[in-house]
């Protein structure tokens, strides 16, 4: 069975870059049939996507984000991560691991979620 | 602001049906059969429901049904349970800038 696991300080400064990292266990990273993304949920609302990488190292990113986000992949690892850069109150929230499906951008499998929380 | 559109609420009794309902554009509902649906309780992950409009994950109720028409995706909960109390996303792939773009979320409450 799949296994995503969010792991990463769940408290980060103003203007500083979170850094989380996902874990994936009971399957490889390097299946060409999947990509890894990362949603966030800010406290009482709804999911936003944040970006998608395969394990070649290809990228897509929410525009909105864009300029703060990188996600990266290590396959040796299994192992995929992201970090947000000059983080504000508004980028609280529980973050996600999840796997998609190639093309369809169907989300089968998900992380448990970790709280992020930016305050000094 | 969501790039889907979803009712905010919507509720029930047990052993009706409802319907929700997910508009979007020509550049992802309408013009793609790519419509994801999560059903998330509060302080869980969400679950995928429906992937690819209408198909079901194994291990989920075939009282979980999904169809489009045009720019709008529906998700159908038949035979309403207290456990199906929960938010409801839907999601599409799309051809903008975002590859994938998510509705704002509906709760369904059982009565």
């Known amino acids: 069975q799949l296994q995503l696991q969010e792991s990463g300080p769940g408290l980060v400064k103003p203007s500083e870059t979170l850094s989380l990292t996902c874990t994936v266990s009971g399957g490889s990273i390097s299946s060409s049939s999947y990509y890894w993304g990362w949603i966030r949920q800010p406290p009482g609302k709804g999911l936003e996507w944040i970006g998608s990488i395969y394990y070649s190292g290809s990228t897509y990113y929410n525009p909105s984000l864009k300029s703060r986000v990188t996600i990266s992949v290590d396959t040796s690892k299994n192992q995929f991560s992201l970090k947000l850069s000059s983080v504000t109150a508004a980028d609280t929230a529980v973050y996600y691991c999840a796997r998609l499906v190639v093309v369809t951008g169907g989300l089968d499998y998900w992380g448990q979620g970790t709280l992020v929380t930016v305050s000094s | 602001q969501s790039a889907l559109t979803q009712p905010a609420s919507v509720s029930g009794s047990p052993g009706q049906s409802i319907t929700i309902s997910c508009t979007g554009t020509?550049?992802?509902?309408?013009?793609?059969?790519?419509v994801s649906w999560y059903q998330q309780h509060p302080g869980k992950a969400p679950k995928l429901m429906i992937y690819?409009?209408?198909n079901r994950p194994s291990g989920v109720s075939n009282r979980f049904s999904g169809s489009k028409s045009g720019n709008t995706a529906s998700l159908t909960i038949s035979g309403l349970q207290a456990e199906d109390e929960a938010d409801y996303y839907c999601?599409?792939?799309?051809?903008?800038?975002?590859?994938?773009?998510f509705g704002g979320g509906t709760k369904l409450t059982v009565l």
């Open positions: 999601s599409s792939y799309t051809s903008s800038s975002t590859p994938l773009v």
């Open positions: 020509s550049s992802d509902v309408g013009g793609y059969n790519y």
């Open positions: 690819d409009v209408s």
